[in-house]
Nanobody, 127 residues
Framework: QVQLVESGGGLVQPGGSVRLSCAAS????????IGWFRQAPGKEREGVSC????????YYKDSVKGRFTISRDSAKNTVYLQIISLKPEDTAVYYC????????????????????WGQGTQVTVSS
C-alpha cells in the first residue's frame, strides 16, 4: 500500500554531492519513520541514517557523520538525504524504508524489518 519514490542518484565525481529524496504516499498515519540504507557491491546492506517525527530523533551511522544530512519536508511527505564530500566507498544502491511502527531512530532500530522499501537508487562515485 505504501509507495516510496526515490530520486537523486547517479554518477558523481569524488568530492561531489548528491541529494537523494524519498517521497512516501499511500498511508494515513501522522507519524512515520524513514530510514536510509545502502548496499555496496559484495557487501551486506547497512543502515546509514534515519528520521522520525515520533520522538523527533535522527540517527547517523558513525562513519557518515559530518557528510550525510537527513531532513524532512512534512508537507510533501518527503525525506531527503544530502551527501557531501562523496568518496568512492560511498558507491552503493541506496534504499529508503518506511515504517509507522517505529517512533525513534537509533542504531538498535536500523534493522531490515521496515514495513516498506523503495526500489533503490544507484549512487556511483567515480572519476
Amino acid at each position: 500500500q505504501v509507495q516510496l519514490v526515490e530520486s537523486g542518484g547517479g554518477l558523481v565525481q569524488p568530492g561531489g554531492s548528491v541529494r537523494l529524496s524519498c517521497a512516501a504516499s499511500g498511508f494515513t498515519s501522522d507519524y512515520y519513520t524513514i530510514g536510509w540504507f545502502r548496499q555496496a557491491p559484495g557487501k551486506e546492506r547497512e543502515g546509514v541514517s534515519c528520521i522520525t517525527n515520533g520522538d523527533g530523533s535522527t540517527y547517523y551511522k558513525d562513519s557518515v557523520k559530518g557528510r550525510f544530512t537527513i531532513s524532512r519536508d512534512s508537507a510533501k511527505n518527503t525525506v531527503y538525504l544530502q551527501i557531501i564530500s562523496l568518496k568512492p566507498e560511498d558507491t552503493a544502491v541506496y534504499y529508503c524504508a518506511f515504517d509507522v511502527r517505529r517512533t525513534r531512530c537509533t542504531r538498535r532500530f536500523m534493522r531490515d524489518d521496515f514495513a516498506s522499501w523503495g526500489q533503490g537508487t544507484q549512487v556511483t562515485v567515480s572519476s
